[in-house]
């Protein structure tokens, strides 16, 4: 079993969906929900997470302790999301042994080069289907 952890902020929007991109895969993974506050952490509890905790403490503890950490681009660079990602959450998710998705979506000013514009859907899509391949990597 994979365990996955889809980190988020703010509202949790863009968790939530990931999250609910990421239940089709059943009982192959376990999805962790960390949310940067309790309203992003209930909007991914809601979408099917497996376990949820919140907060920076939570972030850090946990990101060393998944295969996977799947989120914005913004999770990687202290005080993105408004601020709500601190120097230790991002230094504690880009230090992680985990897997990386991060995704080029959101309001962080940063700009990834060669990246299109997709729609939230299309960036979901896009990281089950990878996530699919590592699963299948990993069996194979």
Known sequence: ??????????GGGFGKALVEGLT???????ILALGTN????MAMRKAGAHRYATGENAICFNADKVDLIIGG???????????????????SISSSHARKIVIPFGKCNITVPG????????LVTMSVEIIQKILEESHG
């Open 24 to 30: 089709v895969l059943g009982d192959q993974v376990d």
């Open 38 to 41: 309790v309203f992003a952490t």
């Open 115 to 122: 990246t299109t514009d997709y729609t939230l859907k299309e």
């Open 1 to 10: 079993m994979l365990k996955i952890a889809v980190i988020d902020a703010q």
């Open 73 to 91: 681009v913004g999770i990687l660079a202290a005080n993105s999301m408004l601020g709500e990602i601190t120097q230790q959450m991002a230094n």
